[in-house]
């Protein structure tokens, strides 16, 4: 009985001990698992070659911004859906983006609840997909964004401090763009705003030039906020074209890059030669593309819209350090991943462009179709249901992102 008793007690020690081997060594799965989920925030670094060339980095490593705007709204609904919550259609999205090399989406705002925007973030990252985030600094404020209005200018500088701080320690997130084109008011004919001293000036390009160094200062002083909260991250001027960056060069010298928009058709000019003298910063156009509608023949036209967004891919990869030493883009965003069939769900066009020139010739010359720029449209399957179809220019893009020394012109 005590020989028993004995290897009893021997095996209970025997089991204790094992069962302290066991808890060590779950604890150490679960720390170690723990480290696989806790990832840091993304470094993102503007840095600067001895040609005077721009180069983006994430974490060390070159980057060549190849995005999409994402506002993934489907048919039937208007601009209140909220996508943010549809994080299956969001992950779809993300995988169908990076098969085909595009490496980040652009948000011209965040959810109204940041933690939404976050999951968002998230399930874009874990499939490969980095985040340029936006805020359009009360430009669709209404009846008017008041620029000149200190309380006004506090209240939007706290909600982008607000968005920043919430999101800034995601890994997915690599800038920040403030505005999108917001300089388009200073001429009254978008979102007209002034104050009693502006309009006391009567020369109307002195006008525009005061509006100018009124928005600029703002913006400015908000960049320069983000960074006493964020150094990670470089804060872009979202701007529409080259229109006044001769007065944000004066008022804007916090900013790390220019967020430019344009629609120049095939390619994009002398702009980033232009840029050098205007505003020497490295350049992310941040709006650029085709739609696939053509509005003369009343056709959709997918070849047009590949081939222009090869030619504007092409143009944009030839300025960037990649191609040229002495490059200044940093990449660019297509407008956009999907129709925006919430707007008027029609093909009338909305607008006019005479660098489009394949369906110039509508009636009125509006060519340009607002719910036709994607570069995948919305068709319904077998069940009635509306999916992803990618268009030509999708295909056509992967090939380019696959090699792009293949088109170009190297002589």
């Known amino acids: 009985m005590c020989y028993l008793f004995l290897i009893q007690k021997n095996n209970m020690n025997i089991l204790k001990r094992r069962k ?39 974490d060390g490593e070159p980057f060549l911004v190849k995005g999409v705007v994402y506002h993934p709204i489907p048919p039937g609904y208007d601009y209140t859906y909220n996508f943010w919550q549809d994080l299956e259609a969001v992950s779809r999205d993300a995988k169908l983006m990076r098969e085909a090399g595009f490496n980040a989406v652009r948000f011209y705002a965040s959810s109204a609840d940041n933690e939404h925007t976050k999951k968002v973030i998230q399930t874009l990252y874990e499939n490969g997909i980095y985040t340029v985030m936006g805020h359009w600094l009360g430009f669709w404020n209404y009846p008017a964004p008041f620029y000149c209005d200190a309380g006004f200018q506090e209240e939007v500088k706290q909600d ?9 320690d995601e890994p997915g997130v690599i800038m920040w763009i403030l505005g999108n084109e917001n300089n388009y008011s200073f001429s009254g004919k978008v979102n007209p705003w002034s104050c009693p001293e502006i309009d006391r000036v009567e020369d109307p390009c002195r006008k525009i030039s005061e509006k100018a160094g009124v928005y600029y200062s703002f913006v400015n002083d908000i960049a320069a906020e983000i960074k006493k909260n964020d150094s990670g991250h470089p804060v872009g001027l979202g701007n529409g074209e080259l229109i006044t960056l001769d007065i944000a060069k004066e008022n804007a010298k ?16 002398n702009i980033f030669n232009s840029v050098r003298y205007i505003f020497d910063k490295p350049v992310l156009i941040s709006e650029m593309g085709s739609d696939a509608y053509n ?6 036209a997918q070849a047009e819209q590949a081939e222009f967004l090869l030619s504007q891919w092409t143009d944009v990869y030839e300025n960037t350090v990649r191609a040229d030493q002495e490059g200044n883009c940093l990449g660019a965003i297509i407008f956009e991943w999907n129709d925006e069939w919430w707007k008027y769900h029609d093909t009338l066009g909305t607008w006019s462009n005479g ?8 009636a009125r010359n509006l060519n340009m179709n607002e719910e036709w720029f994607g570069i995948v449209a919305f068709e319904k399957n077998d069940e009635g249901q509306y999916v992803k179809a990618p268009r030509k220019a999708y295909y056509v893009l992967r090939e380019f992102f696959g090699n792009p020394e293949k088109f170009i012109d190297n002589e």
């Not at 723990?34 to 721009?54: D, P």
């Not at 982008?160 to 800034?168: F, G, P």
């Not at 660098?355 to 509508?362: E, G, H, L, T, V």
Request: with cysteine; aromatic share 14%; hydrophobic share 45%.
């Open 295 to 300: 509005a003369y023949s009343k056709k959709e």
């Open 160 to 168: 982008v401090l607000r968005m920043v701080k919430a999101l800034k």
């Open 254 to 269: 916090d900013l790390d890059f220019l967020a430019l928009i344009f629609y120049r058709g095939k390619g994009f000019g």
């Open 355 to 362: 660098a489009y020139y394949f369906d110039i010739k509508a």
């Open 20 to 58: 302290n081997v066991i808890s060590i060594l779950t604890l150490c799965s679960i720390l170690y698992a723990l480290c696989l989920f806790t990832v840091e925030a993304a470094e993102t670094k503007i840095e600067t070659n001895e040609q005077g060339g721009y180069q983006l980095t994430v």
